[in-house]
């Protein structure tokens, strides 16, 4: 086992209780499929947004903002150690509404008699 990823579903929303890819397989794009795999395991039980929290200043932050999460809240000595988090949100609901909006942009382009969403 290279990583792993750990889901909590509660109804709407769904949560990353755990993210981790061994140090000897970072950079290599492991973590974003790890992540991209939860999110759409949370879609295909209903969620409606992905919550989780990340150390302040770590590099998992880079890979969640790139996935298009959001900081919402800042906790002070969130960690055992007294580190501090951020809680950050992604609705993947709107982010798979604008993604069928622009599948049906490009394909009004492509034959303006499309009119249906996909
Ligand atoms: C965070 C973690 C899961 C990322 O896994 P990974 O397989 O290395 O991630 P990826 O290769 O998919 O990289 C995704 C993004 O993370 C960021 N990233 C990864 N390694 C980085 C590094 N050494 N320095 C800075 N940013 C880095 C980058 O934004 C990267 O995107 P890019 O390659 O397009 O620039 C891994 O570093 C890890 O297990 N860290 C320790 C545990 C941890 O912090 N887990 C998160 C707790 S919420």
Redesign the pocket.
């Known amino acids: 086992m290279v990583?792993y990823v750990c889901l909590i579903m509660r109804k709407q929303t769904s949560r990353?209780y755990?993210?981790?890819?061994g140090k000897a397989?970072?950079?290599?794009?492991?973590?974003?499929?790890?992540l991209e795999a939860a999110e759409r395991y949370a879609i295909s039980q209903g969620a409606e947004a992905v919550r989780?929290?990340?150390?302040c200043n770590?590099?998992?932050l880079?890979?969640y903002q790139?996935l298009g999460y959001t900081v919402v809240e800042k906790k002070l000595n969130y960690y055992g150690d007294g580190g501090d988090a951020f809680s950050m949100n992604k609705e993947i609901v709107q982010h798979r509404i604008e993604d069928v909006e622009t599948i049906n942009i490009k394909r009004k382009r492509q034959n303006p008699a499309v009119t249906t969403a996909a």
């Open positions: 990583g990353i755990s993210l981790i890819v397989y970072r950079g290599k794009g492991i973590g974003t499929k790890l989780l929290e990340v150390r770590s590099k998992a880079r890979l790139k």
